[in-house]
């Protein structure tokens, strides 16, 4: 049996072993263990194509294959032993090959390099991640949509510079969010157009001279086609960096609404309320309900954007093709990725949980004059003012319901006409939130019906996607 305790990876160039130091910051196995699966994927795909090829013995590949399936099987069961003196994951399934199958388990990284092997090896794994998040996506959408039918008609304040602005439906609301998450969806699925070219065959860095078939290990993987140019095969992490973006991009957008959650939840809003399943209490206040899953969601999106940031550093001023520099391209990009999944999971549940207090909604948007607009729209529509005028107008009138403590809806007629004589008792039903809600009919606005018709679109458009899978 082979020492899986003995590093022989380079050969008989080296009479000495590492320094202990040195096996501690080259090691990678810690976290590219993760790989596994990936790895003996592509280990299968490539052992398949060489003896096709003629490049090795048929049997010998079918050693191989089996034997790979079963360093598999002992993974996933925990059986696997994992060691810092292998370095990685790629010697531990090559060590391990070697001790169930002998001779035949050397014959594998025939007409291949660790370069390209863990170039495919990393696609594989964060292409593997899209297609495991673009559910979790949909779902988090789903979620959204169907809370946002529901709450077609529940007026909420609108915000600017979370000032009081005008009034919206929560449903609208929701469905911004939806539209975000659309746009997340989008970037996943162009990274993963993009990244779905094999890298397996490019070898160390300059290709191979066995009379290798990279068309056929790259269908056997479910790429696309292989690389075009062996240097760029290699020395590219494009691909983490693009799924990084678009990842970091979605974080933001998960903590802006997670953020939203935590504000609506202070007695001061009192917009919405989690159960206990998605909040804590405290130690020493008995009162309290903190909002401790959306805070986590705001403070992931730190690690996730992070990631992104350091890949950025690893690669920028590195000369092709491949540099060790690029070993610390996975750490971060598994910790970013698990961690979006798990916001994704987290504030679905969230959103699913969540009770808006509707009082409190169309209380806080009735105040601050958040029909004012409505005012100046009416005054251009139905008087044929010039909007600058309308609005000069209708500051002077609201400053004037603020030095009496009346919102406009209540302000006398008289004390409007003292501003501007062409206010008349028609304008009062256009005050009130209801009314500004329900005007606002163009595409894309807040009117209920535009809320139910868009929300009842997404959940067709998703459930539909759901169901074929």
């Not at 001779?103 to 297609?131: C, G, M």
């Not at 779905?196 to 479910?222: V, W």
Request: aromatic share 6%; hydrophobic share 45%; glycine share 6%.
């Amino acid at each position: 049996m082979t020492d899986r305790n003995t590093n022989k990876m380079w050969g008989g160039r080296f009479s000495l072993s590492p320094a202990e130091v040195m096996q501690e910051i080259n090691a990678s196995i810690g976290f590219d263990k993760a790989l596994a699966p990936q790895d003996i994927r592509a280990s299968k795909a490539h052992a398949s194509m060489l003896a096709a090829q003629g490049i090795i013995p048929k049997e010998d590949a079918r050693k191989i294959a089996a034997g790979l399936d079963r360093i598999l099987e002992e993974i996933a069961s925990g059986r696997f032993r994992f060691s810092r003196a292998l370095e990685d994951v790629h010697m531990h399934v090559e060590s391990r090959l070697e001790e169930l199958i002998g001779e035949p388990a050397r014959r594998l990284h025939t007409a291949r390099s660790r370069n390209d092997q863990v170039a495919t090896d990393f696609k594989l794994y964060v292409r593997d991640w899209i297609d495991a998040a673009e559910p979790a996506l949909a779902a988090l959408q789903l979620t959204l949509a169907r809370k946002a039918l529901a709450h077609s008609d529940t007026i909420m304040p609108g915000f600017t510079h979370l000032q009081s602005a005008q009034p919206v439906t929560f449903g609208h609301h929701l469905l911004a969010y939806v539209e975000m998450l659309a746009r997340d969806r989008g970037r996943f699925a162009d990274a993963r157009a993009r990244l779905n070219e094999c890298p397996l065959g490019a070898a160390a860095l300059a290709g191979t001279s066995f009379s290798i078939d990279r068309q056929a290990t790259c269908a056997a993987l479910g790429f696309d086609r292989p690389t075009a140019n062996s240097l760029d095969s290699v020395a590219d992490r494009d691909f983490a960096l693009e799924t990084l973006a678009a990842a970091a991009i979605t974080a933001l957008h998960l903590s802006r609404l997670a953020e939203e959650i935590v504000v609506w939840m202070t007695p001061q809003f009192g917009f919405v309320r989690l159960s206990d399943a998605f909040t804590t209490g405290s130690s020493i206040m008995p009162q309290k309900r903190n909002p401790d899953a959306a805070e986590l969601v705001r403070a992931k999106a730190g690690r996730i954007t992070a990631a992104f940031q350091a890949l950025a550093m690893v690669m920028k001023g590195l000369p092709l093709a491949y540099s060790k520099d690029m070993q610390e391209d996975k750490e971060a990009t598994f910790d970013a990725l698990a961690s979006l999944r798990l916001v994704l999971a987290a504030m679905t549940g969230m959103v699913e949980d969540l009770t808006p207090n509707a009082d409190a909604m169309r209380r806080a948007a009735a105040a601050g004059n958040s029909t004012a607009t409505d005012l100046a729209d009416w005054l251009v529509r139905v008087q044929g003012l010039p909007f600058r005028e309308a609005h000069h107008i209708v500051g002077r009138i609201v400053a004037l319901a603020e030095r009496q403590g009346l919102p406009l809806n209540k302000l006398p007629l008289s004390d409007m006409q003292a501003v501007s004589p062409h206010i008349t008792q028609a304008v009062y039903p256009l005050l009130s939130v209801e009314s500004s809600v329900g005007s606002r009919t163009s595409f894309g606005g807040t009117a209920p019906q535009n809320v139910r018709k868009m929300a009842r679109t997404w959940i067709k458009r998703l459930e539909k996607a759901s169901e074929k899978g």
